[in-house]
């Protein structure tokens, strides 16, 4: 009997060993990652170091990247009261900074990352006072200019590079499903996008903003006009309203806000009227530009939307 209970308590024993040590190797691991609160990455100014997973982020005109990883800013890029509309739904309820990012603004949010689009986004020379405010990261031009290659690398920024995969596999999948349905539709039909701002005429060459997405990803047939401008010039200048005509296109996207004086004088222009895409009825209105006028994955989506609706009713 006595060796049988003393069996019992060793058994007891052995069991609430290995629990304790289960337990302690739980909070080793834990302490382990814990540690990790900081992380190494090289940006458009060398080595830069940043919290591992930053909760305060001040990133103007790059939110479109932080909302696709699920990250809210703690400010938004701002001119005046004019903000990104697309993403308002998103970013509601966020304070507005300046696009400059004046260091008095930039210390009232408190951040615990800066983030800048390109090093000539930083004005009067003011990397090493972001510094002091808090770590600062830049991105180098030819990353932020890619909208693919700018989120792969916000996922590097914000430890959520798993976030960034599934989110660029969505879009591809939603942009080659889209794409087989407007081929279905329109088939070679020839689409044209005009950005309408004040009374100027700004046509969009095949890699330019949102027109990337319907050549490139949709691949919606450009007309031979818009082919021919070739990829997309730094300086971007206006299209006469007399040129309308060679474009011939057989649907034009017509991107502006409601009240600029261009539409004005489209309504009242003969040469507009006589263009084939406004007789037959395929002239599209849209009326937020924001979307169509940057690169992003949330702008990219919203375009993919509006096309969609336009071209396959």
């Known amino acids: 009997m006595l060796k049988k209970r003393l069996t019992i308590v060793f058994t007891l024993l052995t069991i609430l060993l290995l629990v304790s040590a289960c337990s302690k190797s739980t909070e080793d691991t834990k302490k382990t990652e814990d540690k990790t609160t900081e992380v190494k990455l090289t940006d458009a100014k060398g080595e830069v170091v940043i919290p ?18 699920g990250a809210k800013p ?131 060459e095949h890699n330019r903003f949102s027109a990337n997405v319907l050549y490139n990803d949709l691949g919606i047939k450009q007309p031979d006009f818009v082919k021919n401008l070739g990829d997309a010039p730094v300086q971007w200048d206006p299209i006469a309203l007399e040129k309308l005509p060679e474009i011939k296109a057989d649907h034009i996207f017509l991107i502006s806000k409601k009240g600029e004086a261009g539409l004005d004088l489209l309504s009242k222009s003969s040469i507009w009227k006589g263009l084939d895409a406004v007789k037959n009825g395929q002239v599209y209105e849209m009326n937020d530009p924001t979307f169509w006028t940057i690169n992003g994955l949330m702008a990219s989506e919203k375009t993919i939307d509006a096309v969609e609706n336009a071209l396959t009713k």
């Open 52 to 69: 591992a997973n930053p909760k305060k982020i001040i990133a103007p005109y790059l939110e479109d990247s932080l909302v696709a990883l």
């Open 74 to 204: 703690a400010a938004q890029w701002s001119i005046g009261n004019t903000v990104l509309d697309y993403l308002q739904p998103e970013l509601k309820g966020v304070p507005k900074i300046s696009w400059d990012l004046p260091l008095e603004q930039v210390i009232s949010n408190n951040p615990d990352l800066i983030i800048f689009s390109s090093p000539s986004a930083i004005q009067k020379g003011q990397y090493e006072e972001y510094k002091k405010i808090a770590p600062t990261y830049v991105f180098k031009d030819e990353i932020s200019s890619d909208w693919r290659k700018q989120l792969t690398q916000m996922g590097e920024i914000l430890s959520k590079q798993d976030k960034a995969k599934e989110a660029l596999a969505n879009y591809d999948k939603k942009a080659a499903d889209v794409k087989a349905k407007i081929q279905k539709s329109i088939g070679d039909e020839t689409v044209a996008l005009l950005w309408v701002m004040g009374d100027k005429f700004y046509l969009m």
